[in-house]
Nanobody, 122 residues
Framework: VQLQASGGGLVQSGGSLRLSCKAS????????MGWFRQTPGKEREFVAA???????YYTDSVKGRFTISRDNVKKTVYLQMNSLKPEDTAVYYC?????????????????WGQGTQVTVSS
């Protein structure tokens, strides 16, 4: 599975962005799909994930503001980000794993896309 992330950009604080992660190759129907982010000098951190059963998980700092969703026909996963804050500034990565072994743990993911930059100005 190859993953292509897109949708990043520059937005003012309080604004919104929608990230997309398009998969190519085999189906992702049986995959958990996740989003992680990383800022310079820091480790990559979990943001959100959605299992093949459509159970969703979020890190506490984005709950109520971000929504993860998936369209298995289009083989695309989305991250709707609302009420963005400057601390959301990061490179965002999408990732996929077969099954749901550990949705918050980046080491459990089998596939990674390239990052997309999100910058939130104050």
């Amino acid at each position: 599975v190859q993953l292509q992330a897109s949708g990043g950009g520059l937005v003012q604080s309080g604004g919104s962005l929608r990230l997309s992660c398009k998969a190519s190759g085999r189906t992702i129907t049986d995959h958990t799909m996740g989003w992680f982010r990383q800022t310079p000098g820091k480790e990559r951190e979990f943001v959100a994930a959605i299992t093949w059963r459509r159970n969703s998980y979020y890190t506490d700092s984005v709950k109520g503001r971000f929504t993860i969703s998936r369209d298995n026909v289009k083989k695309t996963v989305y991250l709707q980000m609302n009420s963005l804050k400057p601390e959301d500034t990061a490179v965002y990565y999408c990732a996929g794993q077969r099954g749901a072994r550990g949705v918050r743990n980046e080491s459990e993911y089998d596939y990674w896309g390239q990052g997309t930059q999100v910058t939130v100005s104050s």
